[in-house]
């Protein structure tokens, strides 16, 4: 990869403030749809996955993995701005939707979460093998970008990926829980909750209308999902119980990529805004803890998957610059 450092992102005119760089893309970016050949993939435990493909079908042709955040899904502004990106350079990608954010609810209790790195771990799996070929290189926003630093540093010299990109991630889970409910960052922290909620809620429907009355017992036995205000009260009681953790504060140990980070030997760029209303300056790794071949691109502004450039009447977006320019250049 390129060691040459890039010009420091500098936010639009008028879109300096941290959160209004964070809320540009859900609110105000017009995106349109991209077109999507969408892929069943089968898990071991009997669960799928949908990915969805997009760009050239040429088995040689670089692939890049695209790993969503928490509650979203391949239709977010985000991915489809990556993805068009790729295609513009004449490379294919895939949107991994994790388990039930495809628009239909998965089959199992269990859902997907910030620690979920044997998902992905099937996935590269299943690409290798469809295109053994093909550069395999992936990028992960956020709660994606944790699952992928984690697998990175799970699977050492065995990830299977040429190069990947992590970008807003929340190293240590623990203390962004802790972070997203101070001052206006509550806002997001109840927009998850509902969303989060709802999700459960969308699953109990789907076990109860099919007659799954096993999955319908495990969801039961969460007792009343009433009162989660924060992600300690939501993780305590719904992710621990559902994915095998014995509370919150498991949870948050085991699946924080911050303590994975020392093992990863893929090339590896992180790009993180000191501004992030999500993450505390002080959860971010220190250059000791990350592995000789990780850049870790530390901008003064950009929000939480923000990076808007440009001006108000054309807004810019860096990353979807960025990204590909850093992938081509070491492919």
């Avoid at 969503?68 to 977010?76: D, F, K, M, Q, V």
């Avoid at 209790?109 to 799996?125: K, M, Q």
């Avoid at 790794?285 to 071949?293: H, K, M, N």
Wanted: glycine residues 10%; hydrophobic residues 35%; contains cysteine.
């Amino acid at each position: 990869m390129s060691s040459a450092t890039p010009p420091p992102f500098k936010p639009a005119t008028g879109l300096r403030n941290p959160h209004v760089q964070t809320l540009w893309g859900p609110l105000w970016r017009k995106s349109p749809p991209l077109a999507h050949r969408r892929e069943r993939l089968w898990l071991a435990d009997g669960d799928f996955l949908d990915l969805d493909w997009h760009g050239p079908l040429a088995t040689t042709t670089p692939l890049v993995v695209v790993l969503h955040g928490l509650t979203g899904s391949s239709t977010s502004h985000y991915v489809i701005g990556l993805q068009r990106a790729l295609a513009a350079q004449g490379w294919a990608s895939v949107a991994v939707n994790w388990r039930g954010c495809s628009g239909e609810p998965n089959l199992l209790p269990r859902s997907y979460h910030s620690g979920a790195s044997e998902d992905l771990a099937e996935v590269i799996a299943h690409l290798r093998t469809q295109r053994p070929q093909a550069p395999l290189y992936a990028v992960g926003y956020s709660l994606g970008g944790n699952v992928l630093l984690k697998h990175l540093g799970e699977a050492g010299t065995a990830s299977q990926l040429q190069a990947a990109v992590a970008v807003s991630v929340p190293f240590r889970l623990d203390q962004c829980a802790d972070r997203i409910g101070l001052g206006f960052s509550r806002v997001y922290q109840a927009h998850f909750m509902r969303a989060m909620l709802g999700y459960v809620k969308d699953k109990q429907r789907h076990f109860q209308h099919h007659g799954h009355h096993e999955g319908l017992a495990t969801l039961d036995r969460l007792g009343p999902l009433k009162n989660l205000r924060t992600f300690w009260d939501f993780d305590g009681r719904v992710t621990a119980p559902l994915n095998g953790f014995s509370d919150a504060h498991d949870y948050y140990q085991r699946s924080s990529s911050r303590y994975y980070l020392g093992e990863n030997r893929t090339p590896t760029l992180i790009i993180h805004a000191q501004d992030d209303p999500f993450v505390f300056s002080h959860s971010l790794p220190g250059a000791a803890e990350l592995a000789s071949q990780t850049t870790l691109e530390l901008h003064r502004h950009g929000g939480h998957v923000g990076f808007v450039d440009g001006s108000l009447r054309q807004p810019g977006y860096y990353l979807e610059r960025r990204i590909p320019q850093w992938l081509a250049s070491g492919a």
